[in-house]
Protein backbone atom coordinates (compact mmCIF):
# COMPACT_ATOMS: atom_id res chain seq x y z
CA UNK A 1 0.00 0.00 0.00
CA UNK A 2 1.09 3.94 0.22
CA UNK A 3 3.77 4.76 -2.88
CA UNK A 4 4.93 0.76 -2.63
CA UNK A 5 3.97 -0.29 -6.71
CA UNK A 6 1.91 -2.82 -7.05
CA UNK A 7 1.94 -6.00 -8.35
CA UNK A 8 -0.81 -5.22 -10.51
CA UNK A 9 1.00 -2.44 -12.09
CA UNK A 10 3.05 -5.17 -14.39
CA UNK A 11 0.17 -7.00 -15.69
CA UNK A 12 -1.38 -6.24 -18.95
CA UNK A 13 -4.43 -7.23 -21.04
CA UNK A 14 -4.51 -10.35 -22.70
CA UNK A 15 -7.41 -11.36 -25.08
CA UNK A 16 -7.20 -14.64 -24.14
CA UNK A 17 -8.69 -13.69 -20.48
CA UNK A 18 -12.37 -13.78 -20.34
CA UNK A 19 -14.34 -12.03 -17.50
CA UNK A 20 -18.06 -13.06 -17.40
CA UNK A 21 -20.39 -9.37 -16.40
CA UNK A 22 -23.04 -11.81 -16.18
CA UNK A 23 -23.67 -16.01 -16.47
CA UNK A 24 -24.67 -15.30 -19.81
CA UNK A 25 -23.19 -12.06 -20.96
CA UNK A 26 -19.18 -12.18 -21.41
CA UNK A 27 -16.77 -9.27 -22.12
CA UNK A 28 -12.89 -9.85 -23.10
CA UNK A 29 -10.21 -8.47 -20.78
CA UNK A 30 -7.82 -9.75 -18.26
CA UNK A 31 -3.97 -10.06 -18.16
CA UNK A 32 -0.93 -11.76 -19.63
CA UNK A 33 0.55 -13.05 -16.63
CA UNK A 34 1.00 -16.13 -17.54
CA UNK A 35 1.55 -15.49 -21.00
CA UNK A 36 4.66 -13.06 -20.80
CA UNK A 37 6.23 -15.80 -18.26
CA UNK A 38 9.34 -17.46 -19.44
CA UNK A 39 8.75 -21.33 -20.88
CA UNK A 40 9.43 -23.84 -17.72
CA UNK A 41 12.47 -25.22 -19.98
CA UNK A 42 14.40 -21.35 -19.02
CA UNK A 43 16.51 -21.34 -15.92
CA UNK A 44 16.24 -19.55 -13.11
CA UNK A 45 18.95 -17.10 -13.91
CA UNK A 46 16.74 -16.07 -16.72
CA UNK A 47 13.75 -15.80 -15.36
CA UNK A 48 14.61 -13.05 -12.76
CA UNK A 49 16.05 -9.58 -13.44
CA UNK A 50 19.08 -8.53 -13.98
CA UNK A 51 19.83 -7.25 -10.51
CA UNK A 52 18.81 -10.31 -8.97
CA UNK A 53 21.48 -13.05 -7.28
CA UNK A 54 21.06 -16.62 -8.43
CA UNK A 55 18.76 -18.41 -6.80
CA UNK A 56 19.03 -21.19 -4.67
CA UNK A 57 17.51 -23.33 -6.61
CA UNK A 58 18.68 -25.21 -10.25
CA UNK A 59 15.43 -25.36 -11.44
CA UNK A 60 12.12 -23.96 -10.33
CA UNK A 61 9.04 -26.04 -10.12
CA UNK A 62 6.73 -22.96 -10.86
CA UNK A 63 5.74 -23.01 -14.33
CA UNK A 64 3.37 -20.62 -15.96
CA UNK A 65 -0.18 -22.25 -16.48
CA UNK A 66 -1.36 -21.95 -20.61
CA UNK A 67 -4.95 -21.53 -21.71
CA UNK A 68 -6.42 -19.35 -19.25
CA UNK A 69 -9.18 -18.73 -21.57
CA UNK A 70 -10.28 -22.30 -21.61
CA UNK A 71 -12.11 -22.82 -17.89
CA UNK A 72 -9.06 -22.24 -16.49
CA UNK A 73 -10.62 -18.65 -14.49
CA UNK A 74 -14.68 -17.96 -14.49
CA UNK A 75 -15.75 -14.65 -12.97
CA UNK A 76 -19.64 -14.69 -12.05
CA UNK A 77 -21.73 -11.92 -11.46
CA UNK A 78 -19.08 -9.57 -11.49
CA UNK A 79 -19.09 -5.79 -13.01
CA UNK A 80 -16.45 -4.70 -16.01
CA UNK A 81 -13.32 -4.35 -14.04
CA UNK A 82 -13.48 -7.86 -12.26
CA UNK A 83 -11.10 -10.72 -13.89
CA UNK A 84 -8.73 -12.89 -13.76
CA UNK A 85 -5.29 -11.81 -14.45
CA UNK A 86 -3.23 -14.92 -14.63
CA UNK A 87 -1.59 -18.09 -12.86
CA UNK A 88 1.40 -19.83 -11.44
CA UNK A 89 0.88 -23.37 -10.95
CA UNK A 90 3.23 -25.82 -8.97
CA UNK A 91 2.72 -29.43 -10.37
CA UNK A 92 1.71 -31.58 -7.45
CA UNK A 93 2.45 -28.61 -4.98
CA UNK A 94 -0.22 -27.10 -2.47
CA UNK A 95 0.16 -23.59 -1.30
CA UNK A 96 -0.46 -23.01 2.14
CA UNK A 97 0.18 -19.62 2.78
CA UNK A 98 0.49 -16.02 1.17
CA UNK A 99 1.20 -12.14 1.48
CA UNK A 100 1.48 -8.89 -0.59
CA UNK A 101 3.65 -6.15 0.32
CA UNK A 102 3.77 -3.49 -2.27
CA UNK A 103 5.18 -5.09 -5.75
CA UNK A 104 6.31 -8.44 -4.21
CA UNK A 105 4.18 -11.11 -3.72
CA UNK A 106 5.41 -14.43 -1.02
CA UNK A 107 4.00 -17.73 -1.69
CA UNK A 108 4.96 -20.52 1.25
CA UNK A 109 3.94 -24.29 0.49
CA UNK A 110 4.66 -27.42 1.86
CA UNK A 111 7.83 -27.57 0.29
CA UNK A 112 9.53 -25.91 3.00
CA UNK A 113 10.33 -22.67 0.71
CA UNK A 114 9.00 -19.26 0.24
CA UNK A 115 8.63 -18.34 -3.15
CA UNK A 116 8.96 -14.41 -3.88
CA UNK A 117 7.20 -12.95 -7.30
CA UNK A 118 7.69 -9.85 -8.63
CA UNK A 119 7.47 -8.24 -12.25
CA UNK A 120 5.25 -11.35 -13.66
CA UNK A 121 7.99 -13.47 -12.99
CA UNK A 122 9.46 -16.08 -9.90
CA UNK A 123 12.35 -13.21 -7.87
CA UNK A 124 13.64 -15.02 -5.28
CA UNK A 125 13.36 -17.57 -2.83
CA UNK A 126 14.35 -18.81 0.75
CA UNK A 127 14.42 -22.18 2.15
CA UNK A 128 13.42 -23.04 5.96
CA UNK A 129 15.38 -26.03 7.37
CA UNK A 130 12.17 -27.75 8.01
CA UNK A 131 8.19 -27.22 9.26
CA UNK A 132 5.77 -26.33 6.11
CA UNK A 133 4.82 -22.61 5.54
CA UNK A 134 1.22 -21.99 6.91
CA UNK A 135 1.66 -18.53 7.73
CA UNK A 136 3.40 -15.57 6.54
CA UNK A 137 3.01 -11.80 8.17
CA UNK A 138 5.27 -8.62 6.51
CA UNK A 139 6.06 -6.13 8.38
CA UNK A 140 6.53 -2.12 7.48
CA UNK A 141 9.86 -2.36 8.47
CA UNK A 142 10.89 -5.19 5.70
CA UNK A 143 10.99 -8.36 8.31
CA UNK A 144 9.09 -11.22 6.60
CA UNK A 145 8.00 -13.90 9.65
CA UNK A 146 6.86 -17.38 8.76
CA UNK A 147 4.57 -19.77 10.50
CA UNK A 148 5.59 -23.47 10.42
CA UNK A 149 4.30 -26.89 10.91
CA UNK A 150 7.43 -27.64 13.43
CA UNK A 151 6.19 -24.78 16.07
CA UNK A 152 8.58 -22.34 14.98
CA UNK A 153 8.16 -18.74 14.00
CA UNK A 154 10.89 -17.66 11.72
CA UNK A 155 12.15 -14.31 11.04
CA UNK A 156 13.53 -13.11 7.39
CA UNK A 157 14.67 -9.88 6.13
CA UNK A 158 15.89 -8.81 2.13
CA UNK A 159 19.58 -8.07 1.87
CA UNK A 160 20.05 -3.86 1.71
CA UNK A 161 22.49 -4.84 -1.22
CA UNK A 162 20.52 -6.99 -3.84
CA UNK A 163 16.64 -7.48 -2.33
CA UNK A 164 16.13 -10.46 -4.44
CA UNK A 165 18.60 -12.51 -1.29
CA UNK A 166 16.65 -13.31 2.14
CA UNK A 167 18.22 -14.05 4.56
CA UNK A 168 17.12 -15.17 8.02
CA UNK A 169 17.63 -12.99 11.16
CA UNK A 170 16.18 -15.00 13.71
CA UNK A 171 13.27 -16.94 15.23
CA UNK A 172 10.98 -16.58 17.49
CA UNK A 173 11.74 -17.76 20.79
CA UNK A 174 15.65 -16.53 20.36
CA UNK A 175 17.35 -19.42 21.99
CA UNK A 176 19.47 -17.32 24.62
CA UNK A 177 15.28 -17.06 25.94
CA UNK A 178 15.05 -20.50 25.46
CA UNK A 179 17.87 -21.15 27.68
CA UNK A 180 17.59 -19.14 30.35
CA UNK A 181 13.71 -20.47 30.52
CA UNK A 182 15.10 -23.69 30.74
CA UNK A 183 16.67 -23.49 33.87
CA UNK A 184 13.70 -22.67 36.05
CA UNK A 185 11.15 -25.75 36.35
CA UNK A 186 8.60 -23.44 36.64
CA UNK A 187 8.66 -22.00 33.25
CA UNK A 188 7.72 -25.57 31.75
CA UNK A 189 4.19 -26.63 31.09
CA UNK A 190 2.87 -29.62 30.68
CA UNK A 191 2.03 -30.47 26.57
CA UNK A 192 -0.60 -32.88 24.85
CA UNK A 193 1.70 -35.90 24.51
CA UNK A 194 2.05 -36.02 28.77
CA UNK A 195 5.35 -34.05 27.92
CA UNK A 196 6.90 -30.75 29.53
CA UNK A 197 7.71 -28.11 27.24
CA UNK A 198 9.15 -23.85 28.02
CA UNK A 199 6.32 -22.38 27.99
CA UNK A 200 7.06 -19.58 25.45
CA UNK A 201 7.72 -22.58 22.34
CA UNK A 202 4.63 -23.49 20.64
CA UNK A 203 4.78 -27.59 20.83
CA UNK A 204 2.69 -27.91 17.87
CA UNK A 205 2.15 -26.62 14.54
CA UNK A 206 2.05 -22.41 14.08
CA UNK A 207 -1.06 -22.42 12.07
CA UNK A 208 -1.35 -18.10 12.01
CA UNK A 209 -0.22 -14.85 12.54
CA UNK A 210 -1.15 -11.74 12.37
CA UNK A 211 0.65 -8.05 13.50
CA UNK A 212 -0.22 -5.37 15.29
CA UNK A 213 1.68 -2.45 13.71
CA UNK A 214 0.40 0.31 16.14
CA UNK A 215 1.07 -1.61 19.18
CA UNK A 216 4.45 -3.55 17.64
CA UNK A 217 2.89 -6.89 18.45
CA UNK A 218 2.44 -10.16 16.75
CA UNK A 219 0.13 -12.83 17.30
CA UNK A 220 0.84 -16.40 16.68
CA UNK A 221 -1.96 -19.32 17.01
CA UNK A 222 -1.18 -22.63 17.11
CA UNK A 223 -2.38 -26.40 16.98
CA UNK A 224 -1.45 -26.95 20.68
CA UNK A 225 -4.65 -24.46 21.77
CA UNK A 226 -2.42 -21.35 22.79
CA UNK A 227 -1.69 -18.04 21.15
CA UNK A 228 1.29 -16.45 21.98
CA UNK A 229 2.29 -12.49 22.42
CA UNK A 230 6.07 -11.53 21.15
CA UNK A 231 6.89 -7.67 20.76
CA UNK A 232 8.78 -6.86 17.22
CA UNK A 233 11.32 -4.77 18.61
CA UNK A 234 13.28 -7.45 20.53
CA UNK A 235 11.66 -11.04 19.65
CA UNK A 236 10.83 -11.57 23.13
CA UNK A 237 7.77 -13.20 23.93
CA UNK A 238 5.40 -11.20 26.32
CA UNK A 239 3.23 -13.66 26.90
CA UNK A 240 1.23 -17.21 26.19
CA UNK A 241 -2.01 -18.24 26.69
CA UNK A 242 -4.20 -21.10 26.86
CA UNK A 243 -7.10 -19.93 24.19
CA UNK A 244 -9.38 -22.80 23.67
CA UNK A 245 -10.18 -26.23 24.20
CA UNK A 246 -9.00 -27.64 20.76
CA UNK A 247 -6.32 -26.00 18.03
CA UNK A 248 -6.31 -22.49 17.07
CA UNK A 249 -7.09 -22.26 13.30
CA UNK A 250 -7.04 -18.46 13.52
CA UNK A 251 -5.99 -14.97 15.12
CA UNK A 252 -6.49 -11.76 13.95
CA UNK A 253 -5.17 -8.49 16.14
CA UNK A 254 -8.54 -5.95 15.94
CA UNK A 255 -6.68 -3.12 15.02
CA UNK A 256 -9.14 -1.20 17.98
CA UNK A 257 -9.90 -0.91 21.52
CA UNK A 258 -6.81 -3.06 21.87
CA UNK A 259 -9.07 -6.27 21.23
CA UNK A 260 -7.73 -9.54 19.49
CA UNK A 261 -9.81 -12.87 18.19
CA UNK A 262 -9.08 -15.80 18.04
CA UNK A 263 -10.94 -19.31 16.29
CA UNK A 264 -10.74 -22.60 17.18
CA UNK A 265 -11.51 -26.05 15.99
CA UNK A 266 -13.40 -26.33 19.12
CA UNK A 267 -15.89 -24.16 17.69
CA UNK A 268 -15.74 -20.67 19.75
CA UNK A 269 -14.21 -17.42 18.51
CA UNK A 270 -13.19 -15.36 21.30
CA UNK A 271 -12.11 -11.92 21.98
CA UNK A 272 -9.33 -10.90 24.28
CA UNK A 273 -8.82 -7.37 25.41
CA UNK A 274 -5.45 -6.48 25.65
CA UNK A 275 -3.61 -4.93 28.87
CA UNK A 276 -0.78 -3.40 29.85
CA UNK A 277 1.46 -5.28 32.59
CA UNK A 278 4.12 -4.88 34.35
CA UNK A 279 7.53 -3.95 32.80
CA UNK A 280 6.04 -3.73 29.26
CA UNK A 281 4.74 -6.96 29.18
CA UNK A 282 1.05 -7.36 28.10
CA UNK A 283 -2.01 -9.22 29.82
CA UNK A 284 -4.81 -10.12 27.56
CA UNK A 285 -8.24 -11.20 29.32
CA UNK A 286 -11.14 -12.76 27.97
CA UNK A 287 -13.70 -10.23 27.14
CA UNK A 288 -16.42 -12.90 26.09
CA UNK A 289 -17.25 -15.77 23.63
CA UNK A 290 -18.34 -13.55 20.35
CA UNK A 291 -19.44 -17.32 18.56
CA UNK A 292 -19.98 -20.88 20.11
CA UNK A 293 -21.22 -23.61 17.27
CA UNK A 294 -20.10 -27.05 16.10
CA UNK A 295 -18.61 -26.14 12.73
CA UNK A 296 -15.07 -25.42 13.42
CA UNK A 297 -14.06 -21.69 12.93
CA UNK A 298 -11.34 -21.84 10.05
CA UNK A 299 -10.52 -18.10 8.94
CA UNK A 300 -10.86 -14.64 10.99
CA UNK A 301 -10.32 -11.10 8.98
CA UNK A 302 -11.13 -7.43 10.56
CA UNK A 303 -12.64 -4.21 8.87
CA UNK A 304 -10.16 -1.89 11.10
CA UNK A 305 -11.52 1.36 9.99
CA UNK A 306 -15.73 -0.38 9.75
CA UNK A 307 -15.20 -2.06 13.28
CA UNK A 308 -16.33 -5.54 12.24
CA UNK A 309 -15.04 -8.44 12.58
CA UNK A 310 -15.61 -11.37 9.63
CA UNK A 311 -15.70 -15.04 10.46
CA UNK A 312 -15.13 -18.16 8.03
CA UNK A 313 -16.38 -21.53 9.49
CA UNK A 314 -16.29 -25.16 7.97
CA UNK A 315 -20.38 -25.11 7.77
CA UNK A 316 -19.49 -22.62 4.92
CA UNK A 317 -21.10 -19.36 6.08
CA UNK A 318 -19.49 -16.34 7.07
CA UNK A 319 -20.83 -14.20 9.92
CA UNK A 320 -20.30 -10.87 10.94
CA UNK A 321 -20.61 -8.44 14.51
CA UNK A 322 -20.05 -4.85 14.37
CA UNK A 323 -18.50 -2.84 17.13
CA UNK A 324 -20.01 0.78 17.77
CA UNK A 325 -17.78 4.00 18.01
CA UNK A 326 -17.92 5.46 21.51
CA UNK A 327 -19.77 2.43 23.17
CA UNK A 328 -18.73 1.82 26.63
CA UNK A 329 -15.56 -0.99 26.85
CA UNK A 330 -16.72 -4.65 26.69
CA UNK A 331 -20.14 -3.65 25.35
CA UNK A 332 -21.45 -6.29 23.04
CA UNK A 333 -21.19 -5.97 19.26
CA UNK A 334 -23.77 -6.07 17.04
CA UNK A 335 -24.57 -9.31 15.05
CA UNK A 336 -25.08 -8.92 11.37
CA UNK A 337 -25.79 -12.29 10.23
CA UNK A 338 -24.31 -14.69 8.09
CA UNK A 339 -23.50 -14.17 4.56
CA UNK A 340 -23.96 -18.20 2.68
CA UNK A 341 -22.52 -18.12 -0.65
CA UNK A 342 -20.32 -21.41 -0.70
CA UNK A 343 -21.34 -24.97 -0.37
CA UNK A 344 -18.28 -26.27 2.09
CA UNK A 345 -15.95 -24.97 4.51
CA UNK A 346 -15.06 -21.25 4.25
CA UNK A 347 -10.89 -21.76 4.58
CA UNK A 348 -9.66 -18.42 4.57
CA UNK A 349 -10.62 -14.67 4.53
CA UNK A 350 -8.98 -11.02 3.50
CA UNK A 351 -10.89 -7.53 3.48
CA UNK A 352 -10.06 -4.41 2.47
CA UNK A 353 -12.06 -1.30 1.97
CA UNK A 354 -15.51 -2.33 1.74
CA UNK A 355 -15.18 -5.55 0.10
CA UNK A 356 -14.66 -9.21 1.51
CA UNK A 357 -13.56 -12.40 0.20
CA UNK A 358 -13.52 -15.77 0.95
CA UNK A 359 -12.03 -18.77 0.28
CA UNK A 360 -13.47 -22.11 0.28
CA UNK A 361 -13.15 -26.19 0.21
CA UNK A 362 -15.61 -25.95 -2.90
CA UNK A 363 -13.18 -24.49 -5.04
CA UNK A 364 -14.91 -20.81 -5.32
CA UNK A 365 -13.77 -17.60 -4.07
CA UNK A 366 -16.75 -15.17 -3.29
CA UNK A 367 -16.56 -11.50 -2.82
CA UNK A 368 -18.98 -9.45 -1.10
CA UNK A 369 -19.38 -5.92 -0.91
CA UNK A 370 -20.41 -4.41 2.84
CA UNK A 371 -23.48 -2.47 2.31
CA UNK A 372 -25.16 -0.15 4.60
CA UNK A 373 -26.59 -1.68 7.87
CA UNK A 374 -25.32 -5.14 7.70
CA UNK A 375 -26.53 -6.11 4.45
CA UNK A 376 -23.76 -7.32 2.18
CA UNK A 377 -23.96 -8.03 -1.44
CA UNK A 378 -22.33 -10.38 -3.62
CA UNK A 379 -20.72 -9.37 -6.20
CA UNK A 380 -18.80 -12.11 -7.91
CA UNK A 381 -17.89 -15.68 -7.72
CA UNK A 382 -14.01 -16.65 -8.87
CA UNK A 383 -13.89 -20.00 -9.91
CA UNK A 384 -10.99 -21.88 -11.41
CA UNK A 385 -9.08 -23.73 -8.78
CA UNK A 386 -9.31 -26.98 -9.29
CA UNK A 387 -8.64 -27.56 -5.31
CA UNK A 388 -9.85 -26.27 -1.89
CA UNK A 389 -8.77 -22.58 -1.86
CA UNK A 390 -6.47 -22.38 1.10
CA UNK A 391 -5.32 -18.52 1.21
CA UNK A 392 -6.41 -15.16 -0.11
CA UNK A 393 -4.86 -11.33 -0.16
CA UNK A 394 -5.77 -8.66 -1.15
CA UNK A 395 -3.65 -5.21 -2.16
CA UNK A 396 -5.99 -2.08 -3.66
CA UNK A 397 -4.62 -1.23 -7.14
CA UNK A 398 -3.20 2.60 -7.94
CA UNK A 399 -5.91 4.77 -9.53
CA UNK A 400 -4.25 5.57 -12.24
CA UNK A 401 -4.22 2.33 -13.50
CA UNK A 402 -7.84 1.72 -12.81
CA UNK A 403 -8.19 4.38 -14.67
CA UNK A 404 -12.03 5.45 -13.83
CA UNK A 405 -14.12 5.96 -10.56
CA UNK A 406 -14.11 2.83 -9.23
CA UNK A 407 -12.69 1.20 -6.67
CA UNK A 408 -10.72 -2.15 -7.86
CA UNK A 409 -8.42 -4.24 -5.93
CA UNK A 410 -6.02 -7.18 -6.80
CA UNK A 411 -6.76 -10.28 -4.78
CA UNK A 412 -4.55 -12.80 -4.87
CA UNK A 413 -5.43 -16.45 -4.13
CA UNK A 414 -3.44 -20.19 -3.54
CA UNK A 415 -5.23 -23.27 -3.33
CA UNK A 416 -3.76 -27.36 -2.31
CA UNK A 417 -4.36 -27.73 -6.36
CA UNK A 418 -0.84 -26.02 -6.64
CA UNK A 419 -1.71 -23.06 -8.06
CA UNK A 420 -1.48 -19.35 -6.94
CA UNK A 421 -4.29 -16.84 -9.29
CA UNK A 422 -3.94 -13.37 -9.32
CA UNK A 423 -7.50 -11.80 -9.83
CA UNK A 424 -8.98 -8.32 -10.36
CA UNK A 425 -11.92 -7.19 -8.43
CA UNK A 426 -14.29 -3.82 -8.86
CA UNK A 427 -16.48 -2.81 -5.76
CA UNK A 428 -18.95 -1.20 -8.49
CA UNK A 429 -22.42 -2.49 -7.72
CA UNK A 430 -23.78 -5.06 -10.65
CA UNK A 431 -27.51 -5.48 -10.45
CA UNK A 432 -27.21 -8.84 -11.04
CA UNK A 433 -25.56 -10.31 -7.86
CA UNK A 434 -26.73 -7.19 -5.66
CA UNK A 435 -28.52 -10.34 -2.90
CA UNK A 436 -28.60 -8.81 0.36
CA UNK A 437 -26.67 -11.52 3.17
CA UNK A 438 -29.47 -13.02 4.44
CA UNK A 439 -31.13 -14.03 1.42
CA UNK A 440 -27.80 -16.68 1.40
CA UNK A 441 -29.28 -18.05 4.56
CA UNK A 442 -29.73 -21.85 3.14
CA UNK A 443 -29.07 -25.07 4.28
CA UNK A 444 -25.14 -25.70 3.95
CA UNK A 445 -23.92 -29.39 2.50
CA UNK A 446 -22.04 -30.97 4.91
CA UNK A 447 -18.54 -30.23 4.79
CA UNK A 448 -16.29 -32.80 6.69
CA UNK A 449 -12.67 -31.63 6.84
CA UNK A 450 -11.81 -35.09 5.47
CA UNK A 451 -13.02 -34.02 2.45
CA UNK A 452 -9.61 -32.16 1.68
CA UNK A 453 -7.50 -34.78 1.92
CA UNK A 454 -6.92 -35.54 -1.91
CA UNK A 455 -5.39 -32.36 -2.08
CA UNK A 456 -3.63 -31.88 1.23
CA UNK A 457 0.06 -33.00 1.83
CA UNK A 458 0.03 -35.16 5.14
CA UNK A 459 0.37 -33.31 8.07
CA UNK A 460 1.92 -35.01 11.33
CA UNK A 461 -0.90 -34.59 14.00
CA UNK A 462 -3.41 -33.25 12.02
CA UNK A 463 -5.65 -35.97 12.97
CA UNK A 464 -8.32 -33.96 15.29
CA UNK A 465 -11.39 -32.81 13.12
CA UNK A 466 -11.18 -28.98 12.15
CA UNK A 467 -7.52 -28.34 12.33
CA UNK A 468 -7.02 -25.68 9.17
Not at 101 to 110: E, H, I, P, V
Amino acid sequence: MGNHRKLLQFLRPDPAVAAARSPDEDDDEGGGLSSSMPSPNTSWSARTSAAASPSPYVMSPWVNLPGLGGGDGVVVGGGGGTGLLGSFVKEDGHVYSLAAAGDLLYTGTDSKNVRVWRDRREFSGFRSGSGLVKAIVITGEGRIYTGHQDGKVRVWRASADDPAVHKRVGSLPKLGDVLRSAVKPSHYVETQRRHSAVWLRHFDAVSCLSLDAGAGLLYSGSWDKTFKVWRVSDSRCLESVLAHDDAVNTVAAAGFDALVFTGSADGTVKVWRREPGKGGATRHAMERVLRKGESAVTAIAVAAEARVVYVGSSDGAVTHWQWRRGAVAGGAPRNGGAMRGHKMAVLCLAVAGRVVVSGSADRTISVWRREEGANHARLAVLTGHTGPVKCVAMDEEDAATAGDGDRRWVVYSGSLDGSVKVWRVSDAPDATARTPAHAWKVSPSPSPLGAWSPYAAPEPGAEAHGRA
